[in-house]
């Protein structure tokens, strides 16, 4: 770690006992329906494997997605990712988390029932405490029993800055990814056939590396782009959280039981403030600010280890869900007919076995 990074890392301890917290600002429906636009590329099939219900970040339910997935683009399945909703209330701790699958299971349930067009919650990846090591195995069972075949993962954030906090979730412990109990809880995810999301700032991407090599059995699924600081000690100094988050791309790409998301943002994180904007952004604006992001990781990993993701309701703060998506279509325009397959759909089908993948 160079001077200039250990500056921005040298906190006061004081400051990670009680760092202050990040609101998220969610925008009225009437600023996102002032920017809406023509859907490009209406018949490109896409999967979504990253999206919330919850009654956080303004609440996001079955209405809200469906709207969202018809509103002109191809969305034919998405992946639910957990986010501590309608846990259980009572009864065994370490099952209460599969209350949020049984409740996804449902609302699954009643949009087939609607006749969607969109197969929602196709893939569920939920949660499951790994620090039980190899007991954590019943619950996972637990969880593959309640989602009727549609539990594909799990995630555990390990996200966590001295600075400050964010999220709906609690603060993790530190040095999760690297506990013993916690790689014996990873392998278990292999033996059933699961995946696992990590959710991390850019400054622990190293932690993410290591976890790899030690499970490269189990494929992990890093989220958005790997936690691209512009809060903290790194808001206003995007050049120095690039200049840090770049490098790391390759020896992460070099594990290849590693595939990237491309989205999340609109998280507060990634210090965009296009929510507080009197008008939302187009597509345009949007690929452009995020374009030197999503070169350099597709460039790192290829196509066929990418997956573009909407992050909603959570990225609303950059626009529209058909804004988003035509963003992500503007970025992939240079790309190759088969590289488009892959980045708005087969790297999702094969890593969550869905759709096309799944038969």
Not at 152 to 160: C, E, L, P, Y
Not at 268 to 278: A, K, L, P
Request: proline letters at 5%; charged letters at 20%; hydrophobic letters at 40%.
């Amino acid at each position: 770690m160079n001077a200039s990074t250990q500056a921005a890392h040298a906190t006061p301890a004081a400051v990670e006992d009680n760092p202050p917290l990040l609101q998220t600002r969610h925008p009225s429906a009437e600023w996102l329906a002032s920017g809406q636009e023509p859907a490009l590329e209406p018949g490109r099939r896409i999967i979504d494997p990253h999206h919330h219900f919850s009654h956080h970040w303004g609440g996001y339910g079955l209405d809200d997605l469906l709207r969202d997935t018809g509103a002109g683009h191809k969305v034919e399945g998405t992946v639910y990712v957990q986010c501590g909703w309608q846990y259980r209330d009572s009864g065994d701790e370490r099952l209460k988390p599969v209350g949020e699958t049984e409740a996804v299971v449902k609302l699954a349930e009643a949009a087939k029932a609607r006749g969607a067009q969109t197969d929602v919650a196709a893939g569920i990846v939920g949660y499951a405490d790994l620090l039980l090591g190899d007991a954590v195995e019943d619950v996972l069972n637990a969880q593959i029993d309640a989602s009727k075949g549609r539990f594909r993962g799990v995630r555990f954030a390990a996200s966590r800055h001295e600075s400050f906090q964010h999220g709906v979730l609690a603060r993790p412990p530190l040095g999760l990814y690297a506990d013993k109990a916690f790689h014996a809880g990873m392998r278990r995810l292999a033996k059933l056939g699961l995946t696992f999301d990590a959710w991390v700032y850019h400054t622990q991407l190293q932690d993410v590396i290591d976890l790899a090599r030690a499970v490269p059995e189990t494929t992990i699924v890093l989220d958005h782009i790997g936690g691209l600081l512009g809060v903290g000690p790194y808001a206003g100094r995007k050049k120095a959280a690039f200049d840090e988050w770049l490098p790391l791309l390759a020896p992460l790409a070099a594990c290849p039981n590693i595939v990237m998301k491309i989205g999340g943002y609109g998280t507060t994180v990634f210090g965009y403030d296009f929510v507080n904007q009197s008008k939302p952004p187009s597509s345009s604006t949007l690929a452009d600010a995020w374009r030197p992001t999503v070169n350099a990781v597709i460039d790192a990993f290829g196509a066929n280890r990418c997956m573009f993701e909407s992050n909603f309701p959570v990225d609303r703060a950059s626009a529209s869900y058909a804004t988003v998506w035509s963003a992500f279509k503007r970025l992939a325009a240079n790309a190759s007919e088969s590289e488009k397959a892959d980045l708005f759909y087969n790297t999702a089908a094969r890593t969550y076995r869905i759709g096309d993948a799944a038969r």
